[in-house]
C-alpha cells in the first residue's frame, strides 16, 4: 500500500533530550513537510522540503532540525531548544511544492515532555 | 494570526441534517483546501478549489469560494454520524510555494 508513516505513534522525552521523529513515504512525492498541532487548534508549518539535501524553514523552526537525504525520508529531531515540545506532530507530503497539489498526512506522532 | 480562521469553532447537529463551516483568510491565494480530521488522527484531504473556481462539489460536500470576500464555505449534506471530526482549511498562496496555513478548525459533532 502506499503512503506516508510516522513513528513512533508516541513519544516521551525528558527535559534536556533530542528526540527524533520519523517519516517515511513510498508515493514518490518530491515535497514533504512537518507541522506542529496543538490542542484545539490548527497545524504550524515548522519545515518543508522540495526535494533531495534542500529544506526550508517554515513559521516556528526554531528548536527544530531536520534533514532530506533520501527522498522517501524526512526526519525530524526535536532538540533541547525547543522550550515547549509537548504536541502532535504530523508529517504530509505532496507530488511537488506547486500549488495545485494535495497533501498526504501520516498518522501523526504524539509527543510528551517528562 | 492564522491566514485561515474558520467558523464556527463548534457545531452539533442531527444526523441528516446540513452542516456548514465557514473559512475566512487575508492575502490572496493560489488555492484553498479543506481537510478532516478524527481525533488523534492525520489529516484526510477533502476538496481542493482554485482561485479561479467558485464552486466544487465532491459527493456530499460542496464548497465556494469568494476571492472578493476572501472567504469559503464547506457544506456537508444529509450528516451521519461518521461525519463527527474536525474540519480545516488551508490555504496555499501565490507566492512561497510550500508556504500554507492552516485555521484552528471546526468540531462537528453529528449526533444519531
Known amino acids: 500500500d502506499g503512503g506516508i508513516t510516522q513513528s513512533p505513534k508516541y513519544l516521551f522525552r525528558k527535559e534536556g533530550q533530542n528526540v527524533t521523529l520519523s517519516c517515511e513515504q513510498n508515493?514518490?512525492?518530491?515535497?514533504m513537510y512537518w507541522y506542529r498541532q496543538d490542542p484545539g487548534q490548527g497545524l504550524r508549518l515548522i519545515y518543508y522540503s522540495q526535494i533531495v539535501n534542500d529544506f526550508q524553514k517554515g513559521d516556528i523552526a526554531e528548536g527544530y532540525s531536520v534533514s532530506r537525504e533520501k527522498k522517501e525520508s524526512f526526519p525530524l529531531t526535536v532538540t533541547s531548544a525547543q522550550k515547549n515540545p509537548t504536541a502532535f506532530y504530523l508529517c504530509?507530503?505532496?507530488?511537488?511544492?506547486?500549488?495545485?497539489?494535495?497533501?498526504?498526512f501520516g498518522q501523526g506522532t504524539r509527543l510528551t515532555v517528562v | 494570526s492564522q491566514q485561515g480562521e474558520e467558523d464556527p469553532q463548534a457545531l452539533s447537529i442531527q444526523e441528516g441534517e446540513n452542516a456548514t463551516m465557514n473559512c475566512s483568510y487575508k492575502?490572496?491565494?493560489?488555492?484553498l483546501q479543506w481537510y478532516r480530521q478524527n481525533s488523534g488522527r492525520g489529516l484526510v484531504h477533502l476538496i481542493l478549489i482554485r482561485s479561479n473556481e467558485r464552486e466544487k462539489h465532491s459527493g456530499r460536500l460542496r464548497v465556494t469560494l469568494d476571492t472578493s470576500k476572501k472567504s469559503s464555505s464547506l457544506l456537508i449534506t444529509a450528516s451521519r454520524a461518521a461525519d463527527t471530526a474536525s474540519y480545516f482549511c488551508a490555504t496555499f498562496f501565490n507566492t512561497n510555494a510550500g508556504k500554507s496555513t492552516f485555521g484552528d478548525g471546526t468540531t462537528l459533532t453529528v449526533k444519531p
Open positions: 504530509a507530503s505532496s507530488i511537488s511544492l506547486a500549488m495545485n497539489t494535495e497533501a498526504f
Open positions: 492575502t490572496s491565494i493560489n488555492n
Open positions: 508515493l514518490n512525492h518530491d515535497a
